[in-house]
């Protein structure tokens, strides 16, 4: 049996403050979760590998820190990025007005980088459809870093997307 | 987990970081002139036999200087195309490879001149010197004094490899021919 080939992908974690952006991470990386929150200083990064069926993809996650606005994003944290994760709170629309607001901007700086939208905190709704296309045209999928549900689904979603983009 | 700071107060940061080299230089200067031990004169002897200055071979006899670890990173992504370590004591190189992007580029935007890139961070009682090429860049862990001789030194070793494996180095990581260059690293280390 040949080694499966193993691949990098920097993966950028973006969204507004208390939207759940580092307990995706965590949930993700380390299967933990906590109700405290505590802002992330500056980027925090974090790695964990997924094996799809052709290679291993090594995530290196860089989870940052919030923003008022995307434009204001250093240049060097978005540069060399193959996936980019919007995450907005189910229970703040608000939240997924702004996210929308950053998707052309990224589109302008990434063009060729693969973004997914994501609305977490879906255990707090009662019926949450777990996938939907938005009106962009971008996947939007719900997750709950709390209980686990969908995490690994989609962050293994963008890993094969940043393969095939 | 590795986590960097953004602070947003860049000249305040610039004036300290000179402040900074100034007292340590002038720190060691001072230790250097008033202990008198037999190591001191044999430093002597040896900086007057080898012409490297009498306080850089003083303090690299105390601390010796060593590598301890070597990666070569992508320039922008941070992602690491090939690793050298003498001890397995850093658990995971690819969250330090991409730690030390982010701090790079802070560093270069705060300085704010694109020619001017960043070539030594002080980490506690180690040095990471920085060696950099257009698309890539080699950080080197070094514990110990390091003085000019010893990053001399270095920089010796990573032209000789870089030299030799330049068309090699794989400047596109996230490509799916992606082959690690640890393997040829190891022999310039």
């Not at chain 1, 969204?15 to 980027?43: A, E, M, Q």
């Not at chain 1, 060729?112 to 996947?139: F, H, P, R, Y």
């Not at chain 2, 070597?70 to 330090?96: H, M, W």
């Amino acid at each position: 049996m040949s080694e499966k080939l193993v691949i990098k992908r920097k993966l950028l974690v973006l969204g507004t403050f208390s939207v759940g952006k580092t307990s995706l991470v965590n949930r993700f990386t380390l299967n933990k979760f906590s109700d405290i929150y505590v802002p992330t200083i500056g980027v925090s990064i974090k790695k964990k590998s997924v094996e799809l069926e052709e290679v291993i993809v090594d995530l290196v996650i860089w989870d940052i820190a919030d923003v008022a606005t995307f434009d204001i994003i250093p240049e060097h944290y978005l540069s060399g990025s193959h996936g980019v994760i919007l995450v907005f709170d189910l229970t703040r629309p608000e939240t997924l007005q702004k996210t929308l607001e950053g998707v052309n901007s990224f589109r302008d700086k990434l063009p060729s980088t693969a973004i997914i939208i994501v609305g977490n905190k879906s255990d707090l709704l009662e019926n949450s459809n777990m996938e939907t296309q938005n009106k962009e045209g971008l996947m939007e999928v719900h997750t709950s870093a709390k209980s686990g549900e969908n995490v690994d689904e989609m962050f293994e979603r963008l890993a094969r997307l940043t393969i095939e983009s | 987990m590795i986590e960097t700071l953004y602070p947003l107060l860049g000249s305040m940061m610039k004036k300290a970081m000179l402040n900074q080299v100034r007292v340590i230089n002038e720190k060691i200067e001072r230790t250097a002139n008033q202990v008198f031990t037999l190591g001191f004169w044999k430093s002597k002897f040896k900086s007057l036999i080898t012409g490297i200055d009498h306080s850089e071979v003083y303090f690299q006899e105390l601390y010796q200087s060593k590598i301890e670890d070597v990666f070569v990173i992508q320039k922008g992504s941070g992602l690491l195309i090939a690793k050298y370590k003498l001890e397995d004591t850093i658990a995971d190189r690819d969250t330090i490879a991409g730690a030390l992007e982010a701090i790079k580029g802070f560093a270069e935007s705060v300085i704010g001149k694109n020619s001017i890139e960043l070539e030594k961070i002080d980490y506690g009682e180690y040095n990471i010197l920085l060696h950099n090429y257009h698309k890539f860049y080699f950080a080197v862990l070094c514990s110990g004094v390091v003085g000019n001789h010893f990053i001399q030194d270095v920089n010796e070793k990573i032209v000789n490899y870089a030299s030799e494996y330049l068309q090699e180095i794989p400047t596109q990581v996230n490509s799916l021919n992606f082959k690690d260059n640890s393997e040829n690293l190891q022999k310039y280390f």
